[in-house]
């Protein structure tokens, strides 16, 4: 697609999820709060191999599934749940963390198809409250994930980054070869917010949410959860400071170096703010970026992007032979 193509395939995905989702539901922030320093801090503690994980499969699709070390209450959502999607003959492995709100999962079949044909399995991590994890009384995937409830929201942030430490270990552990680590939109600030505090082989975030005070506050997307922040006295400031270190942009200091990580954006991009790639690139002294011509949304038709991942997969490989 063109630039003008682009940007209305991210202006027509922002309306249309205002319209049929976000503007339906209104929440309230919970008065007890929280901060996630410390308990982001934790993953050095957190058992690398989960208990009790069941794996079933079927020709080249799976499913991987095991409790979540952070228990919610919602019993679909603390149930971690993975869909596999494995190649012929796999030389590497990749964990995918795919983005906020979507009910879709065909939007990766064009990119997990090449992967595989890269020769990589993939392993598509649902994120909490998505999908099959999404609880009875949600009007649409991902509601409770991300919503102007700010102890929720920061909690199964939470949640999904041990969830991903967990899951990536297992798959590491189980098939002794070599794993990179994707995500896109939300699930890139997921995979860079484990990046920061875990030691990490390959990092391959794209179109990455690292700065959520400030896209909350600003993006046209989150304006209604804006309004809601709004409606009981929350105020950009206070919503800042409760999730400073949370937010990839405020992390620090790195624990994986910056050889080990790439960011792939997107030149056209109307849901995050181009200028925070930038930002984020020079606060990690990343010198590993790529840019796309595409929008937020159709980088992932964008061919390259997955060969790119795969030849950043293979160098794992070949680093392991050295």
């Not at 209305?8 to 999820?17: G, H, I, K, N, W």
């Not at 989960?50 to 919602?74: D, K, N, Q, Y």
């Not at 749940?81 to 590497?92: F, K, V, W």
């Not at 009384?137 to 409770?144: A, K, P, Q």
Request: aromatic residues 10%; proline residues 6%.
């Amino acid at each position: 697609m063109n630039e003008a193509s682009s940007r209305y395939v991210d202006r027509f995905a922002t309306e249309r999820l205002i319209k049929e989702k976000l503007s339906l539901v209104h929440h309230a922030p919970d008065p007890r709060g929280t901060r996630l320093d410390a308990s982001l801090a934790s993953l050095a503690q957190l058992p690398a191999w989960p208990a009790g994980v069941e794996e079933t499969r079927e020709g080249r699709r799976g499913r991987l599934c095991f409790p979540s070390a952070i228990a919610t209450g919602h019993p679909n959502n603390d149930l971690v749940q993975c869909r596999c999607h494995y190649a012929a003959n796999p030389r590497g492995n990749v964990v995918f963390v795919h983005g906020l709100y979507e009910d879709n999962l065909q939007l990766y079949d064009f990119f997990i198809s090449l992967l595989n044909e890269q020769a990589l399995d993939v392993y598509l991590l649902l994120l909490p409250y998505h999908y099959g994890r999404t609880p009875l009384s949600s009007h649409f995937s991902g509601e409770l994930f991300w919503s102007a409830d700010i102890h929720r929201s920061a909690l199964a942030y939470q949640q999904a980054v041990y969830d991903l430490f967990q899951l990536t270990s297992f798959v590491q552990h189980h098939t002794g070869r070599p794993v990179a680590i994707a995500g896109f939109s939300m699930g890139g600030g997921i995979v860079l917010s484990l990046a920061a505090r875990i030691p990490l082989d390959r990092v391959f975030a794209i179109n990455p949410v690292c700065n959520m005070s400030e896209l909350v506050w600003d993006s046209a997307l989150f304006a209604p959860i804006r309004q809601d922040l709004e409606t009981h006295g929350v105020s950009l400031q206070a919503l800042r400071g409760h999730y400073s270190q949370l937010e990839p942009l405020n992390a620090g200091p790195i624990a994986t170096g910056p050889q080990h990580i790439v960011l792939a954006h997107s030149l056209y991009d109307q849901i995050n703010d181009p200028a925070n790639y930038d930002l984020l690139a020079r606060r990690w002294q990343l010198t590993r970026v790529l840019s796309y011509k595409a929008g937020h949304l159709n980088i992932l038709r964008v061919p390259r992007l997955p060969m790119d991942l795969a030849s950043f997969t293979m160098e794992a490989a070949a680093d392991e032979h050295l």
